[in-house]
């Protein structure tokens, strides 16, 4: 063996120094994985992620359209507040909603529905597990229930647009499927407390997150305020009250200081039929106009100003929001009744 072979192999043999711990696992770690500068920072892969980071991640793949690891981002989050017990509530229930919202958009309706049980009982009366679970309930043909829940978000905001439209279908749907008598089997509609209603925004369902809380109210404007509503709804009741007892007038300026606090549907078309008692047809009509705008189908603010511009002698008018309101509930005897009056007039 020559000189140089000899040389060749020895140098084969010769152990090699050990390299830096550090430059060795850069040099087995994938491609594109985590370094441990990122590890900790939120990162969505991060196994010590915070429940808040994790929240956070699974917002970002939900508005992706990648509802599965969504869902399981939330999932993981929720693991680790268990512990945490009523400390985390809030959070849980927002966590659980977005999770729900993901079962929804995949069509798991039964999930949905369980996530936004779940939801409630940690936080009665959010509007998003409300409407997520009315969505469900709709899809799986329940839609006794889906009307309880679209009535019930309403109660907490009457603004929400969805929340109108998805008490106009189910009532489509159970009066084609129970007949005129379909209101005497539905299960009983919860009251919210006025601690529960809010005038928060409802963000698109592109992003799952938490209710952003309303601004202080502007100059001029209804006290959206707890203390304010509070005192809105004492003022209805109060008015309520009133009309039992015959009341009108006093009954008028109830309501009207409670409209000034909170400008809410219920409220206008109490005082419309206080005017209409009172003969005051103009102003009924105005209520109900103002009704209108929050709740566009509406079926006492639209009665109300038929019989206002009945009096008024405006019977197109009168004949149009009759059969408005017929469009909803198309055996209302009382609108049948005022129609065919209308028609002979």
């Not at 019930?152 to 129970?178: I, Y």
């Not at 006025?194 to 925004?201: E, K, L, M, P, Y």
């Not at 009096?311 to 059969?323: F, G, P, Q, V």
């Not at 408005?324 to 009056?341: I, M, Y």
Request: glycine share 6%.
């Amino acid at each position: 063996m020559s000189a140089t072979r000899r040389s060749r192999r020895s140098v084969s043999h010769r152990p090699m120094a050990p390299r830096p711990a550090a430059a060795s696992a850069r040099r087995r770690m994938p491609r594109g994985a985590p370094t441990p500068a990122r590890r900790g920072r939120g990162f969505p892969g991060a196994m010590a992620a915070s429940p808040g980071a994790l929240r956070r991640a699974g917002n970002e793949e939900f508005r992706r359209g990648q509802y599965g690891p969504a869902a399981a981002l939330y999932t993981r989050a929720l693991e680790q507040l268990e512990a945490s017990g009523d400390a985390a509530a809030e959070e849980r229930s927002v966590l659980l909603a977005n999770r729900a919202a993901c079962h929804l958009k995949d069509g798991a309706c039964s999930l949905c529905v369980a996530d936004c049980s779940s939801a409630l009982e940690l936080v009665p009366f959010g509007i998003k597990p409300l409407l997520r679970r009315a969505a469900a309930y709709e899809a799986l043909e329940r839609y006794s229930l889906a009307y309880v829940d679209y009535k019930t978000a309403l109660q907490v905001d009457c603004s929400v647009q969805a929340a109108h439209d998805g008490v106009n279908r189910m009532t489509k749907a159970l009066l084609e499927k129970d007949g005129v008598n379909w209101r005497q089997k539905l299960p009983p509609i919860p009251t919210v407390p006025v601690s529960a209603q809010t005038r928060w925004s409802v963000p698109s369902p592109g992003a799952p997150g938490a209710n952003t809380p309303p601004a202080a109210a502007p100059q001029g404007k209804p006290d959206q305020t707890a203390a304010g509503m509070e005192r809105a709804r004492t003022l209805k009741e109060e008015g309520n009250e009133l009309v039992k007892k015959g009341n009108h007038k006093r009954a008028v300026e109830k309501y009207t200081e409670s409209l000034k606090l909170n400008q809410e549907c219920a409220t206008y078309t109490n005082r419309a039929l206080c005017y209409l008692t009172l003969k005051q047809y103009k102003e009924a009509a105005q209520d109900c106009t103002e009704a209108l705008k929050l709740d566009p189908k509406n079926v006492k603010a639209l009665y109300r100003r038929a019989q206002a511009f009945k009096e008024l002698k405006d019977y197109k008018s009168s004949i149009a929001d009759i059969k408005s309101l017929l469009k909803t509930e198309p055996k209302n005897t009382a609108a049948l009744r005022l129609l065919q009056e209308l028609n002979r007039a």
